[in-house]
């Protein structure tokens, strides 16, 4: 065992029987995780699982139909998006292109919007309050420019990067606003062996010196057993298993759930 | 460099004659409104086919100063306010229905609002016409400065550079500060957008606000220019004619605004000179206005399919071949790096 971790208090993110209903798919079915900081959570499961969606839900993207969802003791149930971005909570994307446009700066400075306290109307001028605080955010942006070690990218267009490159930007663009909770969607998917370790190695480091609660999705079962603190594992919306990696590994609904899913 | 762009830009009117000098003012003016749609379509990619409407807001607007509160309040530090913020205004009201609806409804929503205004700008013509007595088109008196009066197309030409420059400045800060940022992201997915905390509907209506006002500016001036208010030059030729600066330009780039206002300005005049100098008969005149806004379509579709990064991107490419020149690509070393 790891040491050097303070056993945690009281979670940070709290999913509490949430019912998530697409029409008459029951896209998510009463489930309940909890992520304690500075706990590494993997979420497992199948193509169609309901993964993205427990995503989608505790950002607000999207709206339970019964269940609350409570970061840091406080319900965000309901509330919109942009709002539970301000609570702290980030998150990154399963295809990471949609920003593909800016450089590698200009979409960390966009991930650093609520750093950001000047009226939006300060920016006409050159010089001021707006550049100040553009001076004072570019910094924390080079210090997570500099821990994902993407220096000799800094300035290139993100589309024409390689991907795993782009998924290290789109972990950046979550990083800088300092997020206490942080929502992983695949973030090693479609990587190479090499690219993937890079990621897993920035993610634990994250994990020890941030001291966040994360939330990972992945189907690399080897690395998130390796890595992760506790495996929630999904199917058909429910949660199968919840425990120490290893053990929800064994448990026959995980095994079958695979096996049914490989066939 | 800026120096010397500046004495440049302070000796035109006194190299070139009138017509040049109009023709130049013409371009600033139409540089200002692109510059305003490019805020609202190519930024925050709100297609708005309504730029002509914010445009007659704000002749309305000098019409208003100088008929109804007295030709002495027709002052440029007056004017050009009121201007923005009653543009402003229209802006917020015209891309309310953006934040319920996406793509070819907001467009739809834009063209509705252009004929509401048009309907209300003629209406308010007719009730002049019929309570002061005034002619077809309503007479402006001259814009005042602080200390003189803009009426030659000289000084006319100095403000106008003045504001546009302005216009530039300004338009690039925001560009390249939260909300230009914020912009792009929405144009590019919203929901992704607001999961970074950006409140994507506030940002939403403020590019139509920014992108309204700096339309109204623009027809404020163009109004004082002609000393006259007249919504019949405002049609739908002239919002299309706006989007088609944008596109040939390049959407997404002031640079790129201000090129394509000078090209789509002065493209009817150049063709007109080449009739006129090769004594090409005048039917050919007759008929190139008539089909000008389908030269215009044209344009756009050309460009929307070879070059969708507009005369700016094609500038870059050109710029690129000769930095590179005699090779194709970046050399590897540099592209590492
Ligand atoms: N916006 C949506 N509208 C309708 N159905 C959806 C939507 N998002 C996801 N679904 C459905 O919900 C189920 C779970 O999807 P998702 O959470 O994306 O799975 P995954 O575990 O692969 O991330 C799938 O059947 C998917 O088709
Ligand atoms: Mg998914």
Redesign the pocket.
Known sequence: MITGITEPSQPSLQVADVTVK??G?L?LDNVTVDVPTPYLVGLI??????????I?AITGV?KPSSGHVVIDGKDVTGKAPSQIAHMGVARTF?LPQAFGHFTVVETMMLGAHMMLKYPWFAGVLPFGWARREEARVLEKVEEVIDFLELERYRDKVVRTLPYGVQKLVDLGRALVPNPQVLLL??PSTGLTREEKENMARFLLRLRYERHLAMLW?EHDLELITDLADRLVA?CF?QVIAVGEPKEVMRTPEVVSAYVGAAS | MAIAALVAAAIVPFVFDTYYLSLLNLVFIACIGAIGINITTGYAGQVNLGQAGFLLVGEFVAGAIAIHIGAIWANFWIAAPAAMIAGAAVGVIVGWPALRVRGLYVTLATLAAFFVIQYLGLRYIEYLQQTLKTGIDIKLSALDLLFMTVSSERSWYYLLLSVTVVVIVAATGLAHTKAGRAWQALREHELMTEVMGIDVAHYKLIAFAVGASLASLAGMLFGFYHHSVNPEAFTVEVSVQYLAMIIIGGMGSIAGAVLGAAFVVLIPYGLEWVLDTFNAPSQFLIYFSAVRLGVFAFLMLIFLLLEPEGLIGLWERIRRFFVLWPFRFQPLEEKRR
Do not use: H
């Open positions: 697409f029409g798919l896209a499961g199948p193509n169609g699982a309901g993964k993205t969606t427990l989608n999207a399963q969607d695949e999705i999904l919306g």
